[in-house]
Nanobody, 122 residues
């Protein structure tokens, strides 16, 4: 059974930093996609950062240069280091995992955590 548990969210002022963590267990894919997504009130969910099983990463344009995705502990923990936070980064942040079939498109993420709230005040 795949389980994902996010932590590390909170409230921070604009320009501050937070690091989110996701404890991931139960997935055994040799090729996988791990990612962070966020959803702000009244907006659609968007992909923030993705890491593939080969270590390749990609980021939404809005967070490039400010956020860093990484994994540790034999892929059991996923991190999202966030710096220079802006009010528009506010939202519920979710980690997700799935088997990689193509390029880690949204539909390839089959399992999702419950989310952790990030609030950035100006």
């Amino acid at each position: 059974q795949v389980q994902l548990l996010e932590s590390g969210g909170g409230s921070v002022q604009s320009g501050g930093s937070l690091t989110l963590a996701c404890a991931a267990s139960g997935y055994t894919y040799s090729r996988y996609c791990l990612g962070w997504f966020r959803q702000a009130p009244g907006k659609e969910r968007e992909g923030v950062a993705i890491i593939e099983s080969n270590g390749s990463t990609r980021y939404a344009d809005s967070v490039k240069g400010r956020f860093t995705i990484s994994q540790a502990n034999a892929k059991n923990t996923l991190y999202l280091q966030m710096s220079s936070l802006k009010p528009e980064d506010t939202g519920m942040y979710y980690c997700a995992v799935g088997r990689q079939y193509f390029g880690c498109a949204d539909y390839e993420f089959a399992y999702w955590g419950q989310g952790t709230q990030v609030t950035v005040s100006s």
